[in-house]
């Protein structure tokens, strides 16, 4: 790798490693000079994607470019590694005048979100959610890590069912131990917690944001989450005709969660989770206050266009980063960071950032199978 760095310097200049020159080491070839670049990279996206486009003929030194579909690639801003996969397509387009290619790319895990995990037992006992989700992405050469022991959480029974995707499987077991799970630029996948890292710098309407649009919406939302005891008795006997309130009240179970911006008697039921333990349903708890916490969040996004794609310390705006967002009247907040899109093309380098609150990205909680009964264990894999 040091080697490839060093060929990448003498090729970008001295100030290479804050370079926004991107480029794709493909087939032995190291290729700059496109003349559209978008890359997407997100939180909840996956895989992550880049698209090129160029002139297939390279005046620097008279060579043609040839990649073909289905080769490993790697793709850099200056020498700052963003994203480690495939090309997935090419498309050649020539006439008497031109003769341009466009390139699409996609990380590794587009095998996990694509193919179906595979398994010597769909039946695992006595591991954690990291451990399972390393052994369901071995098969597509992939290594998950944990930032500061996200995933670190024992289950202590897990099943898999025969048609689930690898991607599915993760996604399950990343709501089991209460973690996000994304790509990373090597190719691997980190299981982390809400906001894994700071920006040095953040985004300032009138310093680096070239455009700002803020959303405050209150669709979706509810003035009061509550948890009922979903019964046999309570789906199918009528109500008797006095005490409706005495009722429902018995059917309550657990805390009310309640959103104070909205004002209006906006009301929502979820049902108890089944198997929740003990008299105090934590997970149910959670669940209620999961519904009010998320929908906020994913009611108050920010947009931004950045004349940059790195913090005022030349590294890369990066999904799951923390950064401060300053408007126009000075009042300074922090979101995270969950979807990115590098642009480059005649009109400039930008960067096209989603901010939210962390609420947005808060995972959904669901019972681990160990605090089942087993029948319901089995019914909920």
């Not at 898999?160 to 630029?185: C, K, M, W």
Request: hydrophobic content about 40%; glycine content about 10%; overall charge negative.
């Amino acid at each position: 790798m040091s080697g490839f760095i060093s060929e990448l310097k003498s090729i970008l200049g001295w100030d290479a490693a804050t370079s926004e020159v991107a480029s794709i080491k493909v087939g032995g070839q190291i290729i700059s000079g496109w003349t559209s670049v978008v890359i997407r990279c997100g939180v909840d996206i996956m895989p992550w994607t880049a698209d090129f486009g160029m002139t297939s003929y390279q005046p620097a030194d008279g060579t043609t470019v040839d990649i073909t579909s289905g080769a490993d690639c790697a793709v850099y801003i200056g020498t700052t590694l963003v994203l480690t996969g495939y090309v997935v397509t090419v498309v050649e387009d020539l006439d008497g005048d031109n003769h341009t290619l466009q390139i699409s790319v996609a990380s590794k895990s587009i095998d996990l979100v694509d193919c179906a995990a595979e398994f010597s037992t769909y039946q695992m006992n006595g591991t954690n959610a990291l451990a399972i989700a390393q052994r369901v992405s071995a098969f597509a050469g992939i290594n998950v890590a944990s930032i500061n022991g996200a995933g670190n959480i024992d289950v202590q029974q897990f099943s898999i069912i025969l048609t689930e995707t690898a991607y599915e499987v993760i996604e399950r077991l990343s709501r089991l131990a209460g973690v996000l799970f994304y790509d990373q630029p090597d190719g691997s996948i980190a299981l982390s917690g809400v906001g894994s890292s700071r920006s040095a710098s953040g985004f300032q309407i009138g310093r680096n944001v070239e455009r700002f649009t803020r959303v405050d919406s209150q669709a979706g939302r509810y003035s009061d989450v509550t948890a009922i005891l979903a019964t046999t008795i309570m789906l199918f006997t009528k109500p008797g005709d006095q005490g409706y309130v005495d009722q429902m009240k018995a059917l309550t179970a657990g805390p009310v969660a309640k959103d104070p911006g909205v004002t209006r008697p906006r009301h929502m039921l979820i049902p108890v989770e089944l198997g929740d333990p003990g008299l105090s349903l934590p997970i149910t708890t959670k669940r209620v206050q999961w519904e009010v916490a998320r929908r906020y969040g994913r009611s108050q996004p920010v947009n931004v266009t950045c004349d940059s794609w790195r913090d005022t310390e030349g590294k890369l705006w990066q999904p799951n980063m923390v950064a401060p967002v300053t408007t126009r009247s000075g009042r300074s907040v922090d979101l995270v960071i969950g979807e990115l899109t590098f642009r480059q093309d005649d009109n400039g380098t930008h960067a096209d950032a989603v901010l939210m609150p962390k609420e947005a990205f808060l995972p959904e909680p669901i019972i681990l199978p160990f605090q089942q009964n087993e029948g319901i264990a089995a019914l909920s894999s």
